[in-house]
């Protein structure tokens, strides 16, 4: 699986827009983006998935050029409660039985 | 619709004794993963089932670890006998296998730690 490389922190205020980006160079033509949200004493929370151009749900977006090499999570107007580890996985994600690789992650801290 | 749940949150044993956690999970998942979080590092893949048949463990550490998943419902994770490294979080997951779809999200259950002392 290709590997991803995303900054180990980022700080932010309440109602601010917060983006996360991650690089992943070495990623195969069948692979996705899928990023994981992890609060403390909680296992991972999936959020968004995404192969090209750009996906929105109702928790994020996420921005993929079209070389694909990297990827950025856009979290609209935080909130204290998106303090939290989100984590960019890259893989054959459209088939199930895919082990996911986490890396460290991004420590997102939202103040007040 | 209840998410995966594992049993039990937290558990504290002696070297050498034996654990056993347990993963139910999500009602229909044919895909049940084992992963865990040593102190410290990431989190790790264990094993993969998909029913009551072992797809993938390749990421098992050693032979003390066993896992089963009998009937293809619940899965449980021993650890026999325990040692000190193996002390950290062990999270199950599941996912549902449905042909056609592009994603195969992974559900995961809140963990239980494992301390051994």
């Known amino acids: 699986l290709a590997k991803t490389t995303q900054p180990i922190s980022m700080d932010s205020y309440e109602g601010q827009e917060v983006n996360i980006t991650c690089s992943h160079n070495n990623i195969a033509t069948n692979d996705y983006i899928t990023w994981y949200q992890q609060f403390p004493s909680q296992g991972p929370r999936f959020i968004i998935q995404?192969?090209?151009t750009k996906v929105t749900n109702e928790v994020a977006s996420l921005f993929i050029p079209a070389d694909r090499k990297s990827s950025t999570l856009s979290l609209p107007r935080v909130s204290l409660s998106d303090t939290a580890v989100y984590y960019c996985l890259v893989g054959p994600f459209n088939q199930a039985g895919t082990a996911l690789i986490f890396g460290k992650g991004t420590t997102l801290s939202v103040s007040s | 619709e209840a998410g995966v749940t594992q049993f039990p949150s937290h558990s504290v044993i002696e070297k050498g004794q034996t654990v056993t956690l347990r993963c139910d999970p999500i009602s229909g998942h044919d895909n049940l993963y084992w992963y865990r979080r040593v102190m410290g590092k990431e989190i790790k893949f264990l094993l993969h089932f998909v029913k009551e048949s072992k797809q993938d463990e390749s990421g098992m550490p050693n032979n003390r670890f066993l896992a089963e998943r009998t009937g293809g419902t619940y899965s449980t994770l021993k650890v026999q006998p325990a040692e000190l490294e193996d002390s950290g979080v062990y999270f199950c997951?599941?996912?549902?296998?449905?042909?056609?779809?592009?994603?195969?999200?992974?559900?995961f259950g809140p963990g239980t730690r494992l301390t051994v002392l």
């Open positions: 997951a599941s996912s549902q296998d449905v042909a056609g779809t592009s994603t195969d999200t992974q559900y």
């Open positions: 995404g192969y090209k």
